[in-house]
Nanobody, 115 residues
Framework: VQLQASGGGLVQPGGSLRLSCAASGFTLDGYAIGWFRQAPGKEREGVSC????????YYADSVKGRFTTSRDNAKNTVYLQMNNLEPEDTAVYYCNAVLGRQNFWGRGTLVTVSS
C-alpha cells in the first residue's frame, strides 16, 4: 500500500505545475484526498481536499482561485493544478487519503517558486 505525490519542481513566479497523487495497492475511490504542504521552518498546513462522494473540493484561502484539485478514479490518481504560483507556495507538498480509520500519507514532492 503506497501513496506517492509527484510533479514538483522549480517554476518561476506566475508559472504553473500539476501535482499527481497516485495510489498503489489500494483504490482511491471512496477516500477523501487532502493536499498539504510544509514550507521550511513552518508547520504543515492544509491546502485543499476533495470529497469521496460528489467530488466537492475545498481550498485554503491562500490558494483559492489559483489551485484546483480533481480526481480520476479510473487512473487511481488525484491532481492538484497550481496556477499563478507565488514564492510563498514554495514547500514540500504531500497528499493524504482518508477513509474511516484508514489514513495514508504519501511521500512529498518539492515545489520551488523562484526567479
Amino acid at each position: 500500500v503506497q501513496l506517492q505525490a509527484s510533479g514538483g519542481g522549480l517554476v518561476q513566479p506566475g508559472g504553473s505545475l500539476r501535482l499527481s497523487c497516485a495510489a498503489s495497492g489500494f483504490t482511491l475511490d471512496g477516500y477523501a484526498i487532502g493536499w498539504f504542504r510544509q514550507a521550511p521552518g513552518k508547520e504543515r498546513e492544509g491546502v485543499s481536499c476533495i470529497s469521496s462522494s460528489d467530488g466537492s473540493a475545498y481550498y485554503a484561502d491562500s490558494v483559492k482561485g489559483r489551485f484546483t484539485t480533481s480526481r480520476d478514479n479510473a487512473k487511481n490518481t488525484v491532481y492538484l493544478q497550481m496556477n499563478n504560483l507565488e514564492p510563498e507556495d514554495t514547500a514540500v507538498y504531500y497528499c493524504n487519503a482518508v477513509l474511516g480509520r484508514q489514513n495514508f500519507w504519501g511521500r512529498g514532492t518539492l515545489v520551488t517558486v523562484s526567479s
